[in-house]
């Protein structure tokens, strides 16, 4: 029995067809599955710079440019055995090359909207002094407060809980949360008002 040895991956594969011919005999026609390494290194040379000025349309620097011809034609080369007509490489490499500027253009502009506003002018050194001074007078003031009044309005206003949930957390009515709040507020306005 002979021995059929499979023939390795990375051949191609040449696969016969059998034709009748105009003599009427048949005829043994070979095709080739997918484009050669070859076949697309001449499309390189050849198109490298149309497909340069292609993407140079879609995108406006030519880094990008660039980079996005490299991509192609190495997602080109890897899926060349797809590619069944050598023919039609061209077609799809543009198509590629307008594909990846498409989604350079969505990262830029995916870029642009998360970029962080710009930060706004700095106050100047008395300003944030003053700021400081108000928050130490605050604190000081918030500390001089009962303890009810100060946990309702902690929760309140820096928590920024609503009072039916400062209600639940303390286990207290929502009439005392009022009560609580209103007379802290009282207390501070008093304390914030008093000479330093």
């Known amino acids: 029995m002979p021995v059929i ?9 040449r696969i016969p067809a059998q034709r009748e011919g105009a003599d009427g005999v048949m005829a043994a026609e070979t095709t080739v599955a997918g484009t050669t390494v070859d076949h697309l290194t ?14 140079a349309l879609l995108l406006d620097d030519t880094a990008s440019c660039e980079d996005v011809v490299q991509e192609a034609f ?29 989604s350079a253009l ?15 002018d700095m106050a100047s050194a008395e300003e944030g002094a003053y700021d400081q001074l108000e928050r130490d007078a605050l604190i000081k003031a918030m500390k001089g407060l009962q303890r009810r009044q100060r946990e309702v309005l902690v929760l309140r206003y ?7 949930q400062v209600a639940e957390t303390l286990g207290i009515s929502l009439g005392s949360v009022k009560a609580y709040g209103s007379r802290g507020i009282a207390a501070l306005r008093v304390a914030m008002e008093a000479p330093r």
Request: charged content about 30%; overall charge positive.
């Open 5 to 13: 040895a499979p023939v390795p991956a990375t051949r191609r594969a």
């Open 42 to 55: 001449e499309t390189y040379r050849a198109h490298y710079r149309s497909l340069l000025g292609l993407a």
């Open 74 to 102: 190495i997602r080109v080369h890897s899926a060349r055995k797809r590619v069944r007509d050598p023919e039609k490489t061209l077609a799809y490499l543009r198509q590629t090359v307008v594909n990846l500027s498409r």
């Open 106 to 120: 969505r990262r830029r502009i995916l870029g642009l909207k998360l970029l962080s506003k710009p930060m706004p």
């Open 158 to 164: 820096f928590a920024d809980m609503t009072e039916a």
